[in-house]
Nanobody
C-alpha cells in the first residue's frame, strides 16, 4: 500500500507561481511512476506531469510544458510540482498518483494510488 498526501495548493493571480508537494510513504516497491493529475469542474481528470522513479524520465502535458517542473526528492520521499506562469485554465484540483506504468503520461485508470487532492485557483 502506498500513501500519498498533497500540499501546497492555494490561490494566486495570473502569472503567479505555486509549488505542490506530494509526500510518499508505504511500500513503494510496486510502483515506478508518480504523476500529477488535475481535474477542473466538469472536465475529465488529466495527467499534467509524471516522473519515473527508476530512470528519472519525465513527461509533461503540452498545456504545461515549459511552465511546470516535476521533481523528486528521494531523501524526503516527496515529489514536487513547481508551477510558474499560471493561467486561469490551470485552476483545478491537483492530485498526486502512483502506479506501475510503461512510459509517457499515464492514464487515470493506470494509477493504483491516489491522494486526496489540493485545490489550485488562478484568478485573472
Amino acid at each position: 500500500q502506498v500513501h500519498l498526501v498533497e500540499s501546497g495548493g492555494g490561490s494566486v493571480q495570473t502569472g503567479g507561481s505555486l509549488t505542490l508537494s506530494c509526500s510518499v510513504s508505504g511500500d513503494t516497491d510496486n510502483i515506478n511512476c508518480i504523476a500529477w493529475f488535475r481535474q477542473a469542474p466538469g472536465k475529465e481528470r488529466e495527467a499534467v506531469a509524471t516522473i519515473y522513479t527508476g530512470g528519472g524520465s519525465i513527461y509533461y502535458a503540452d498545456s504545461v510544458n515549459g511552465r511546470f517542473t516535476i521533481s523528486e526528492d528521494k531523501h524526503e520521499n516527496a515529489v514536487s510540482l513547481q508551477m510558474n506562469s499560471l493561467k486561469p485554465d490551470d485552476s483545478a484540483t491537483y492530485f498526486c498518483a502512483a502506479g506501475l506504468y510503461a512510459y509517457g503520461l499515464p492514464k487515470e485508470r493506470g494509477m493504483d494510488y491516489w491522494g486526496e487532492g489540493t485545490l489550485v485557483t488562478v484568478s485573472s
